[in-house]
C-alpha cells in the first residue's frame, strides 16, 4: 500500500508536472526554448511517477483524477502554435489537394499544376515542397477531414488526434482489464509527455494510428481475431509500422489457414485503401526516396555509418541485424504481448530514423508491457530536443554524439539486463 508520506511525494510530483506545462505561458524565452525546457523537465519528473505507479498501489480516486488531469492537459495545449516540427504543414496541404478533388500523390506541392492552391501559407511552409507526400491513404482520408474542420490551420488536426487519443486510452483500458492487470498502468501512457508533446504540441500523424494497433490487440487477445486482422491493415494505411505484427501473429497461429489469414486480410486492407489512388499518382515514389536517405538518430546506423561511410550499405548491414535480432523473437516461445514489444524495440534500435514521436507505438505497449527499457526509451528521447533546437536557432541541423550516449545507454543496458534476467527490472524493484 502507498503510505501517507509516498501519497505526498505521488501527489507533489504530479502537481509539478502538471504545472510545468505553464511555462509555455510563463516563461519569456524564444518558444524553441520553451518546448526544451518543459519537455526534459516532465521527462524526468515522468520517469519517477512511473517509479510509483509501479511500486505502489495506487488508490482508484487517483486513477480517475489523474486521467482526468491528463485529458485537461491534451485539451489546453491544443491551441498553442506547433513548436517542435513544422510537418503539420504538410498534413493541412495533403487535407487541402484532397478536399479541391486532387490525388495527393500526384504532385509534389511546387508543382505549377496545383497554383490554383497556393496561399500565403501554403506551401510555402511545408517541408520538401518539391517532394510528393509520403504518407499512407488512411491519413490522407483523415487529413482531408482536418483540413474541413479547420483550414489551413492545425486545430482541425488537433482535435482529431484528442479523438484518437481518448480511443488509444480507452482501448489501453480494455486490454488491462482483459488481462487482469492493474488500472493504474494507464497511467503509463497518459501521463507520459510523449504524446502531449508530440501530438498534441506538434500534432504528428502516429496519434491517429495508436488507437488502431491498441484495438487490433485486443481483439486478437480476445480471440476475435478477423476484427484485429482488420485493425491492423488500418494502422499500416496510416504508418507501416503494423508489418511487423503480422510474421508475429503468423507462427503464434496453430492452423494454415489462420496463418494466412492473418497475413491476407491486413493486406488485403492496405490494398484496399491505396487502390483510388494508384490510377492517377505514384503513393510509393516519395516514401521510397525517404527511406533510402534519410537518417536521425540512429544509435546502431550511426555508430556502423562512422566507419562504413556508405549510406545504403550501412542501411543493409542494419536491416540484416534487424532480421537476425527479429527470427529468434517470432519464432521464441515468448508471451504475444513481449514478442511486439522486442520487436518494436529492435526495430528502433536498428533503424536510421528514430524520431520521437516512432516511439509513441513503443509507449503503448507500457501498461501491459511494463518495462524500464522501454520507460527509459521513451523519456529519454527528448534529449533530442538539442538538435530542434540548433536547427530553429542557427538553421543547422545537427546530431550531438554525446545526446546519443546519454539516450541509449542506460536504454540498452536496461534492455540488455532485462533479456538476461529473463525479468523485467520492475519485477526485481518491485520484490524488495
Not at 527479429?326 to 514478442?339: C, H, Q, W
Given at each position: 500500500m502507498m503510505k501517507k508520506i509516498h501519497k505526498f511525494y505521488f501527489i507533489s510530483l504530479t502537481i509539478v508536472f502538471a504545472l510545468l506545462f505553464l511555462l509555455f505561458a510563463a516563461l519569456t524565452y524564444k518558444p524553441v526554448i520553451n518546448y526544451a525546457i518543459v519537455y526534459l523537465a516532465s521527462s524526468i519528473l515522468y520517469v519517477l511517477i512511473c517509479w510509483f505507479i509501479l511500486k505502489y498501489k495506487i488508490p482508484a480516486g487517483y486513477i480517475f483524477s489523474l486521467i482526468a488531469l491528463a485529458l485537461i492537459l491534451r485539451t489546453a495545449l491544443i491551441s498553442l502554435h506547433p513548436i517542435g516540427s513544422d510537418d503539420y504543414y504538410r498534413y493541412v496541404w495533403d487535407g487541402k489537394v484532397m478536399a479541391s478533388g486532387i490525388n495527393p500523390y500526384e504532385f509534389a506541392p511546387d508543382n505549377i499544376a496545383l497554383a490554383k492552391l497556393h496561399s500565403s501559407i501554403l506551401p510555402a511552409l511545408?517541408?520538401?515542397p518539391e517532394m510528393k507526400t509520403i504518407y499512407p491513404p488512411l491519413a490522407q482520408f483523415l487529413f482531408y477531414l482536418s483540413y474541413k474542420i479547420g483550414g489551413e490551420s492545425f486545430i482541425g488536426i488537433k482535435l482529431l488526434l484528442f479523438l484518437f487519443d481518448i480511443m488509444t486510452i480507452f482501448g489501453i483500458y480494455l486490454i488491462i482489464k482483459k488481462l487482469n492487470l492493474d488500472y493504474k498502468n494507464i497511467l503509463i501512457y497518459a501521463l507520459s509527455p510523449l504524446p502531449l508533446f508530440q501530438f498534441f504540441i506538434d500534432a504528428h500523424v502516429d496519434g491517429f494510428g495508436l488507437p488502431l494497433l491498441v484495438f487490433a490487440i485486443y481483439f486478437y487477445i480476445s480471440n476475435k481475431k478477423n476484427w484485429s486482422y482488420f485493425f491492423i491493415g488500418l494502422s499500416i494505411c496510416v504508418k507501416p509500422l503494423g508489418l511487423i505484427l503480422l510474421p508475429i501473429i503468423f507462427f503464434n497461429e496453430k492452423t494454415f489457414r489462420e496463418r494466412i489469414k492473418a497475413i491476407v486480410i491486413p493486406l488485403a486492407i492496405t490494398a484496399l485503401m491505396y487502390?483510388?489512388?494508384?490510377?492517377?499518382?505514384?503513393?510509393?515514389?516519395?516514401?521510397?526516396?525517404?527511406?533510402e536517405n534519410w537518417t536521425f538518430n540512429g544509435i546502431i546506423f550511426d555508430i556502423l555509418d562512422s566507419f562504413i561511410?556508405?549510406?545504403?550499405?550501412?542501411?543493409?548491414?542494419?536491416?540484416?541485424?534487424?532480421?537476425?535480432?527479429?527470427?529468434?523473437?517470432?519464432?521464441?516461445?515468448?508471451?504475444?504481448?513481449?514478442?511486439?514489444?522486442?520487436?518494436?524495440?529492435?526495430?528502433?534500435?536498428?533503424s536510421p530514423v528514430v524520431h520521437?514521436?516512432?516511439?509513441?507505438?513503443?509507449l503503448i505497449l507500457l501498461p501491459f508491457i511494463p518495462k524500464w527499457s522501454g520507460i527509459a526509451f521513451t523519456s529519454l528521447i527528448s534529449l533530442t530536443v538539442f538538435t530542434i533546437i540548433n536547427y530553429q536557432l542557427y538553421g543547422v541541423w545537427k546530431e550531438y554524439n554525446l545526446v546519443l550516449l546519454f539516450e541509449y545507454v542506460p536504454v540498452l543496458s536496461l534492455f540488455l539486463y532485462e533479456l538476461m534476467s529473463g525479468k523485467s527490472v520492475i519485477n526485481k524493484i518491485l520484490s524488495k
Open positions: 511545408v517541408n520538401y487502390l483510388p489512388f494508384i490510377f492517377s499518382g505514384s503513393p510509393f515514389q516519395a516514401l521510397m526516396k525517404f527511406t561511410r556508405d549510406n545504403q550499405r550501412t542501411r543493409l548491414i542494419c536491416a540484416a541485424l534487424l532480421l537476425i535480432s527479429y527470427l529468434p523473437v517470432i519464432l521464441s516461445k515468448k508471451d504475444f504481448g513481449v514478442k511486439i514489444y522486442l520487436s518494436l524495440f529492435l526495430l528502433f534500435i536498428f520521437p514521436w516512432y516511439l509513441s507505438w513503443l
